[in-house]
């Protein structure tokens, strides 16, 4: 109930900034993040503390192709795997570290998503975000084969992230990559 208002009184208490957010035509405040914010702050922002900023400066050091804390984020991750609804804590860490994992380039996450796909969540889900991503022809046979499961289970999230790694694969541009 009072939706923008109480998030902005929430930020406003907590000695946050927010600006609304004019580019969805909402009233909703939106964190900003500083364009020319140093990598070292970047960092801390990304590792450190519950600024709702978090996950906008990690997936910024994921698009610079800082790979240094792929390692941090699988075991972050990792640690998460098996817990129940309940038992999940720590949102706004694994958005940020799920944000910084997608945004790296493929040439940094891609063997890395090939193992943690069959991964209890929320590696499998890193993994989905990769491969929505970079998807090879290669993983063709394993994204149809989990594409038929996600689809008998009724796992529509997982289904919707194969289905665009598959569009991914046949899109033109892919298709015509590495042939001469």
């Known amino acids: 109930e009072g939706g923008p208002q109480f998030v902005a009184r929430v930020f406003a208490l907590a000695g946050r900034?927010?600006?609304p957010d004019t580019r969805s035509g909402t009233s909703w405040p939106r964190p900003q993040l500083d364009s020319e914010i140093a990598l070292a702050d970047l960092v801390e922002l990304a590792t450190r503390g519950e600024d709702p900023r978090r996950w906008m400066a990690a997936r910024r050091l994921g698009e610079l192709g800082h790979g240094d804390w792929i390692g941090e984020a699988e075991t972050f991750l990792r640690s998460q795997c098996?817990?129940?609804?309940?038992?999940?804590t720590r949102g706004q860490q694994r958005l940020a570290w799920m944000r910084y994992l997608e945004a790296l380039p493929a040439a940094l996450?891609?063997?890395h998503a090939r193992a943690w796909f069959h991964a209890e969540w929320p590696l499998s889900l890193a993994a989905d975000s990769i491969l929505r991503r970079h998807a090879e022809p290669e993983d063709r046979p394993m994204l149809a084969v989990a594409g038929a499961?996600?689809?008998?289970?009724?796992?529509?999230?997982?289904?919707?992230?194969?289905v665009e790694a598959l569009d991914r694969i046949a899109a033109p541009t892919t298709l015509s990559v590495g042939k001469a």
């Open 17 to 19: 900034a927010l600006e």
């Open 82 to 88: 098996g817990l129940t609804l309940a038992e999940r």
């Open 109 to 111: 996450t891609l063997t």
């Open 149 to 162: 499961k996600a689809l008998a289970e009724g796992s529509m999230y997982r289904l919707c992230s194969i």
